[in-house]
């Protein structure tokens, strides 16, 4: 079975742009989630999408937003880029809420110049 | 809100030896899932091993054990016989239940097995 699959791997866009990132989950998994990975704030946990329906928020800006399509993919947006944006985001999917394991995926490395 | 605390940044051990990672946390919750997780030079986050807050028998996988102590707030990771593809950054993550897969993680512990 194919793991998490996140596209594109890297990423280099200019201040005021905007990007889209994907991430298909494992098959047959519902649940997908996003994180952002920087050196200064380490992991931070961005939003949650099951069944296209976004269940969790975490604390960042307006101009971060995801969606969840019917097939499970999952898209992040980031609109006006700021230089504070460049990070590995990260995401995970899992069978289902709760305690079943979440499956990371290898991550996109977006910078931002 | 929850956070978690990993208070040691870098570690290192020999090869074949014992190494404990710390982590705390703080929490209002009583029902809740503690996770810790390894991110290897590659990034591929995966799951070494989880804790159920209801279950006070210690998780082990392995050569990986957790000491859990609830009243503590503690949730410390123990691997045995270190070898070198453990080197890697240790992130232990809590989870509540019931509201989603949303984790929140500490800020890690990045590990040195040495040969």
């Known amino acids: 079975k194919a793991g998490v699959t996140q596209t594109p791997r890297y990423l280099i866009k200019t201040r005021g742009q905007q990007v889209t990132l994907s991430c298909s989950p494992i098959?047959?998994?519902?649940?997908v989630s996003w994180y952002q990975q920087t050196p200064g704030q380490g992991l931070q946990f961005l939003f949650e999408?099951?069944?296209?329906?976004?269940?969790n928020k975490g604390n960042f800006p307006g101009r971060f937003s995801g969606r969840q399509f019917s097939n499970s993919r999952s898209e992040m947006n980031v609109s006006t880029l700021e230089l504070g944006d460049s990070a590995l985001y990260l995401c995970?999917?899992?069978?289902?809420?709760?305690?079943?394991?979440?499956?990371f995926g290898p991550g996109t490395r977006l910078t931002v110049t | 809100a929850q956070t978690v605390t990993q208070s040691q940044p870098e570690m290192s051990v020999q090869e074949a030896e014992t190494v404990t990672l710390s982590c705390t946390y703080d929490?209002?919750?009583?029902?809740?899932?503690l996770f810790w997780y390894k991110q290897p030079p590659s990034r591929q986050m995966i799951l070494v091993i989880r804790?159920?807050?209801?279950?006070?028998q210690n998780a082990t996988e392995n050569r990986f054990s957790v000491n859990f102590q609830k009243a503590a707030k503690s949730f410390s990771l123990k691997i045995s016989d270190s070898q070198l593809g453990d080197t890697a950054m240790y992130f232990c993550?809590?989870?509540?239940?019931?509201?989603?897969?949303?984790?929140?993680f500490g800020g890690g512990t990045r590990l040195m097995v040495k040969p």
């Open positions: 995970a999917s899992s069978l289902v809420q709760g305690i079943y394991e979440q499956y």
């Open positions: 098959s047959g998994h519902r649940s």
């Open positions: 999408y099951f069944s296209e329906t976004q269940r």
């Open positions: 929490t209002s919750e009583n029902n809740y899932y």
């Open positions: 804790q159920e807050a209801y279950k006070q």
């Open positions: 993550a809590f989870m509540k239940t019931n509201a989603g897969n949303m984790l929140t």
